[in-house]
């Protein structure tokens, strides 16, 4: 079974400062990796997807990911955020083995200062 | 606009009481989804149907039941409402009922159960 951590719960940054995401995954197979996002009172949606080929994953809104599969991470990273991207953001693993579903994690609320 | 339509968007229910929440989706979807979500939880999947006519249990179905008659639409019932029921409800879609499909997510219902 698939488990997935997000390390900071909550992660304050000011407006065009950089920022990661941190996201660790843990699992016996091949995994496929989520970003999604949710802005207030709003369903989610999805931010980028790795499924295979580079590892470098290039997202909406300016946001990119790197799948890291020594460290088995995929942290979320934007070079200058701003106001609009304060929301909750929630990295997400799936197995490629099966047509199980998929495993969120707890979710991490980005908020930027203005 | 195509995507994924949740009723009501919030209710506050009695324990003991029959409740159905509504969901449709107009993108022809094959699989959907009920999750719900809780402060520090993150997503957790309550039932999904990988196509019209079949139902699946998810990780937290007990106290749920769901059907699903058709393509569109996908309701979730609590038969008899519990106050650990009290959560925020997502219903979802995706294209195929595969570990690679993105998911849809609708703006959400929020529940709470006195």
């Known amino acids: 079974a698939q488990s997935v951590t997000q390390l900071d719960s909550q992660v304050p940054v000011f407006e065009e400062a950089p920022v990661e995401l941190r996201c660790n995954y843990s699992?016996?197979?091949?995994?496929?990796l989520f970003w999604y996002v949710q802005y207030p009172n709003q369903g989610l949606q999805l931010l980028l997807k790795?499924?295979?080929?580079?590892?470098l994953v290039k997202g909406i809104n300016g946001f990119e990911a790197e799948f890291n599969k020594s460290q088995t991470s995929f942290h979320l990273r934007k070079p200058s955020v701003h106001i609009s991207d304060t929301a909750e953001y929630f990295c997400?693993?799936?197995?490629?083995?099966?047509?199980?579903?998929?495993?969120f994690g707890p979710g991490t609320s980005l908020s930027v200062i203005p | 606009i195509a995507g994924i339509t949740q009723a009501p968007t919030s209710q506050i229910l009695a324990a003991g009481r029959r409740m159905t929440l509504r969901c449709t989706q107009d993108?022809?979807?094959?699989?959907m989804y009920w999750y719900r979500q809780d402060l520090g939880l993150g997503l957790r999947l309550i039932h999904y149907?990988?196509?019209?006519?079949?139902?699946g249990k998810g990780e937290v179905p007990d106290g749920y039941s769901v059907s699903r008659a058709n393509t569109d639409d996908f309701p979730l019932t609590l038969a008899s409402a519990v106050p650990s029921q009290t959560s925020v409800y997502f219903c979802?879609?995706?294209?195929?009922?595969?570990?690679?499909?993105?998911?849809?997510f609708g703006n959400g219902t929020r529940l709470t159960v006195t």
């Open positions: 997400a693993v799936s197995d490629t083995t099966s047509y199980d579903k998929v495993i």
């Open positions: 790795y499924l295979s080929g580079s590892t």
């Open positions: 699992s016996s197979v091949s995994v496929y």
């Open positions: 993108m022809r979807h094959n699989a």
């Open positions: 979802a879609s995706s294209d195929s009922f595969s570990p690679n499909s993105p998911l849809h």
């Open positions: 149907s990988n196509t019209a006519g079949t139902t």
